[in-house]
């Protein structure tokens, strides 16, 4: 079982709606999640952190935590062209002190 | 505030050939990270500095790959002799120190490529 797992897609949402982003883990113990948004040919660009379960919002960005259900969601309303990229999970592992990434979830948003 | 500084931007070489990454991290941040990012994968940690220590390196190749960090602030990654899986893009990254902030932050990153 992967550390962090997230669906490749690409996700497709038409312009104007919610794109809703999954991401699972296997440590249950970790404490630390962050989502990072990568465009092509772009390094990864933090856009959300979130540490406590439930919800955590930023702007059209909204971060939800389970710990006990072990999974970590990005939503973005009111989606935009320019939000099509790849979108990143990342967990800090227990006993670790670095992050372990996702494959990532490609979003595309069709104008 | 200036962001995480890498250079070269890219580079191409043939197998069995070495290269040197460099890095510059933001300003203050006592950490600083070494990530492998293959196309369609997320970054893999290679290496990890707390000032001008090794935290974690357990991902690294040390037999073709190598990284320092003099002073505790700049670092060089080295690949001595490359292969042609060695394609990737190296990103740098840097934070606050552990157990402050875990949050990381990339700079540019190298596309290497390995023919």
């Known amino acids: 079982q992967k550390e962090v797992e997230q669906n490749s897609g690409p996700l497709s949402v038409p312009e104007g709606a919610i794109a809703s982003l999954n991401c699972t883990y296997s440590?249950?113990?970790?404490?630390?999640f962050f989502w990072y948004r990568q465009y092509s040919g772009k390094s990864p660009e933090l856009i959300m952190s979130?540490?406590?379960?439930g919800d955590k919002e930023d702007g059209r960005f909204t971060a939800q935590l389970n710990k006990a259900s072990q999974y970590v969601s990005l939503l973005i309303r009111d989606s935009q062209p320019s939000d099509s990229a790849t979108y990143l999970c990342?967990?800090?592992?227990?006993?670790?002190?670095?992050?372990?990434f996702g494959s990532g979830t490609r979003l595309q948003v069709q104008p | 505030e200036a962001g995480v500084a890498q250079s070269p931007r890219y580079k191409i070489i043939e197998k069995r050939q070495s290269v040197a990454f460099w890095c510059n991290p933001i300003?203050?941040?006592?950490?600083l990270y070494w990530y492998q990012q293959i196309l369609g994968q997320g970054p893999k940690l290679l290496i990890q500095?707390?000032?001008?220590?090794?935290?974690?390196d357990s991902q690294l190749p040390k037999d073709r790959f190598s990284a320092e960090r003099l002073k505790g602030v700049d670092s060089t990654l080295k690949i001595q002799p490359a292969k042609l899986e060695d394609s990737a893009v190296y990103l740098c990254?840097?934070?606050?120190?552990?157990?402050?902030?875990?949050?990381?932050?990339f700079g540019p990153g190298t596309r290497l490529t390995v023919t």
């Open positions: 990342a967990v800090v592992p227990t006993g670790r002190r670095a992050l372990t």
């Open positions: 300003s203050g941040h006592a950490t």
């Open positions: 500095f707390q000032n001008n220590g090794v935290v974690d």
């Open positions: 440590d249950r113990v970790s404490q630390s």
């Open positions: 990254a840097s934070s606050l120190k552990p157990g402050v902030s875990y949050e990381q932050y």
């Open positions: 979130i540490y406590s379960n």
